[in-house]
């Protein structure tokens, strides 16, 4: 069995900052590329970043300058660093994973989602 168990949620302050942990477990052979994205009320979900397994990223326009994806192949962890929040970055953020089961069979897993609240 395969959990993608997210963190670090919460209220955050606008200028202040916030870091978001997400971390998959179970038997399976590997992680390949890890993601993060975000819906907010009465919005689709939307790309936030996506890292691959050889460490290039992608960011939304919105969050460049401001977010940071990382990730800990040691620890099975995904992190966004969030820097300078905006209000309109508030939104349930979700994390994705592709892993690999085995050698020949991939699949994708989403965490439970961790509500990022941006208010004075």
């Known amino acids: 069995q395969v959990q993608v168990v997210e963190s670090g949620g919460g209220l955050v302050q606008p200028g202040g900052s916030l870091r978001l942990s997400c971390a998959a477990s179970?038997?399976?052979?590997?992680?390949?590329?890890m993601g993060w994205y975000r819906q907010a009320p009465g919005k689709q979900r939307e790309l936030v970043a996506r890292i691959t397994s050889g460490g290039s990223t992608n960011y939304a326009d919105s969050v460049k300058g401001r977010f940071t994806i990382s990730r800990d192949n040691a620890k099975k962890t995904v992190y966004l660093q969030m820097n300078s929040p905006k209000p309109e970055d508030t939104a349930a953020y979700y994390c994705?994973?592709?892993?690999?089961?085995?050698?020949?069979?991939?699949?994708?897993?989403w965490g439970q989602g961790t509500q990022v609240t941006v208010s004075s």
């Open positions: 994705n994973v592709q892993i690999w089961l085995t050698l020949l069979r991939s699949s994708d897993y």
């Open positions: 179970g038997n399976f052979f590997r992680i390949n590329d």
